[in-house]
């Protein structure tokens, strides 16, 4: 089916049923320059304007909209004509804020507070009236996550980098089915293929995560991070 046609709202509808393809085909194609400017935009906020930074984060945004069998958008009400502009604009701001205030919730033991360039009240720092805001990851998750990713990032070559992290976050952060995954037309494979990539991707992360840690003269863990990983449930 041609979705071009369509007024956002039913666009939005018709990516809430499953494996809908060319549906999201349309959502990107229409939406994707609003989220990628918004990331930018809030980015800059918190002096940070990495391009590999800036696509994570746009990602980090589509993860957001499909978790939970895609919740966000299920639950999305419009207000008026095309009033899912506003809606998705928002919610990529809060996304980015997210990220970086949560980068800096492990630092607060050291005094630094977690405030944007532009100070308070911030454009784009407001709450979502229908969907509830995800509240912030505590700092021992969210340094477990960091860690799990720059395994991720060391394991995967450059050219699969950016498809396999998305995979591998969408169903572990996101709760989504290696089908659900696989019907987003930007991840290009079957379920099966999902499925095989996960397991591979889980194997080697695992098998990082358990090998012994270094210990210090006193035979103490060196590395309490490390033992933070074995804790891990997502596992």
């Known amino acids: 089916m041609d979705y071009s046609a369509h007024t956002s709202e039913r666009l939005v509808s018709a990516c809430c049923e499953p494996a809908n393809e060319p549906a999201w085909a349309e959502f990107i194609r ?3 320059s609003l989220v990628a400017k918004t990331v930018l935009r809030t980015a800059r ?3 940070a304007t990495s391009p590999v930074l800036l696509d994570d984060l746009v990602q980090e945004t589509y993860v957001k909209l499909c978790a939970n069998d895609c919740r966000l958008l299920r639950e999305f009400e419009p207000r008026s004509p095309d009033s899912f502009y506003g809606y998705l604009k928002v919610l990529t701001s809060n ?3 997210d990220h970086f205030k949560a980068g800096l919730a492990a630092k607060r033991g050291a005094g630094v507070e977690a405030h944007s360039i532009g100070g308070e009240g911030t454009e784009g720092e407001v709450s979502i009236a229908n969907p ?3 509240n912030l990851l505590d700092a021992e998750r969210m340094v477990l996550l960091r860690e799990i990713d720059q395994q991720l990032v060391q394991l995967l070559p450059p050219e699969d980098l ?3 992290r998305l995979v591998f976050w969408l169903y572990y952060r996101s709760g989504m089915s290696a089908n659900a995954i696989a019907s987003l037309p930007q991840i290009h494979l079957t379920t ?3 499925e095989s990539l996960l397991f591979r991707l889980t194997q080697q992360v695992k098998s990082i995560l358990s090998r012994p840690s270094k210990t210090d003269k006193a035979g103490k863990d060196a590395d309490p991070d490390r033992k933070g990983f074995r804790q891990a449930e997502s596992f």
């Open 30 to 32: 229409r939406f994707q």
């Open 45 to 47: 906020r918190w002096n």
């Open 95 to 97: 996304v980015v804020h």
């Open 132 to 134: 509830g805001h995800r």
């Open 162 to 164: 950016q498809r396999s």
């Open 192 to 194: 099966k293929g999902v």
